[in-house]
């Protein structure tokens, strides 16, 4: 199984500042998604990292607010742009390509906006 | 396109009782049927799986039998443990036509009371 690291674990910012989240993965994959889990909701898909390609946002989240990198195959961050309180959730990074097409999870980044 | 429901929550028993979860799914194709949990103030932890029709997923006392006729991939455990209060998800991952990204239900909280 993959091991993913995040950073940072949790942080409370000013509305109208930037965060770049970081997830690292124990080892190389091909894809990494980025979740967003929002306070007693489920999870939605932000959007799919590939490296080498430009990342694909899925329905209602584009990439001025949630710019991505994912510079190699074990690394990838998410920035959350010009946040209001809105903002305020559990982020998640998310890799998997095992043979059973598991997919594991870091252990979320907690937003706070005020 | 692909969905997953599960049974609303939350659901409260005592400890020693049995637990049932619903979860049903829509896809095309042949999907892999997961469940994870997330314990209080933590990630995502991949519970079980189940890759094709009639496989039964388990671990840790909690099993799901992957339900093609039914389209149902329903938790149980025999005999619950305050230790297992946690939210349960159940998703998919369907490779046909997406990106392999998992698509998750709402979620149930499970409260066992000792």
């Known amino acids: 199984s993959a091991v993913i690291s995040q950073k940072p674990s949790r942080d409370i910012c000013q509305r109208g500042t930037s965060l770049t989240i970081q997830c690292q993965v124990d080892?190389?994959?091909?894809?990494m998604f980025w979740y967003r889990q929002q306070p007693g909701q489920s999870l939605t898909l932000i959007a799919t990292?590939?490296?080498?390609?430009?990342?694909?946002?899925e329905s209602g989240f584009v990439i001025d607010k949630f710019p991505i990198s994912r510079p190699n195959l074990t690394f990838s961050t998410l920035t959350v742009s010009n946040m209001s309180p809105e903002d305020s959730s559990i982020y998640l990074c998310?890799?998997?390509?095992?043979?059973?097409?598991?997919?594991?999870f870091g252990p979320g980044t907690r937003l706070t906006v005020l | 396109g692909d969905s997953v429901t599960q049974m609303e929550g939350p659901v409260t028993l005592s400890e020693e009782a049995f637990l049932t979860i619903n979860c049903t799914y829509t896809?095309?194709?042949?999907?892999?049927l997961f469940w994870y949990v997330q314990y209080p103030g933590e990630g995502l932890q991949l519970l079980l799986k189940?890759?094709?029709?009639?496989d039964k997923g388990s671990n840790k006392g909690f099993e799901a039998t992957y339900r093609k006729e039914t389209t149902s991939f329903h938790l149980e455990k025999g005999s619950v443990q305050v230790s297992d209060s946690a939210v349960y998800f159940c998703?998919?991952?369907?490779?046909?036509?997406?990106?392999?990204?998992?698509?998750f239900g709402k979620g149930t909280k499970l409260s066992v009371k000792p």
């Open positions: 080892s190389q994959v091909t894809m």
């Open positions: 189940a890759t094709k029709a009639d």
């Open positions: 896809a095309t194709g042949y999907p892999s």
């Open positions: 990292a590939n490296q080498g390609s430009e990342a694909t946002y």
């Open positions: 998310s890799s998997g390509q095992g043979t059973y097409n598991e997919q594991f």
């Open positions: 998703a998919l991952r369907n490779y046909g036509g997406s990106q392999g990204n998992l698509i």
